[in-house]
């Protein structure tokens, strides 16, 4: 836990301005952006401090898909049922503004605007996928 760091904050129901949303994964917390790029656009976070996207290893790898599968179930828990138009990943260094991992959840993907279409660009040199 760091205290200086807004989302361990959050993850511990310490910012009560933000809500989180029904999460089945203990380990994992969800919540809206709060700046969204989507008319969906969800935080999933792990509970636990974790640096950015360069400090995963593979043995990350079930901590990922259980990130996304979080994800693709608050989509459906808010009536978005299209997984097919889903955008998911994670900002690289130094373009994420948060040094605890979070993974972009934003939907439909088709609806981006047009700065949001760049700043969640597929696999680009800021956003990997």
């Known amino acids: ?52 996207c360069k400090t995963l290893k593979t043995e990350h790898i079930p901590l990922v898909k259980r990130m996304m599968e979080v994800g693709k179930a608050v989509l459906q828990q808010n009536s978005f049922s299209d997984l097919n138009d889903v955008r998911m990943g994670f900002h690289w260094p130094p373009f994420c503004s948060i040094a605890h991992l979070h993974l972009h959840v ?22 990997i996928t």
């Open 1 to 52: 836990y760091d205290g200086k760091c807004v989302f361990c904050r959050i993850a511990r129901r310490e910012e009560p301005g933000t809500a989180l949303l029904p999460c089945e994964d203990e380990d994992l917390v969800c919540f809206r952006d709060i700046k969204p790029g989507a008319p969906h656009h969800y935080l999933v976070v792990p509970v636990k401090h974790m640096g950015n």
């Open 106 to 127: 934003l939907a439909p993907a088709s609806q981006l605007g047009f700065l949001s279409r760049i700043y969640y660009r597929i696999n680009s040199y800021w956003f």
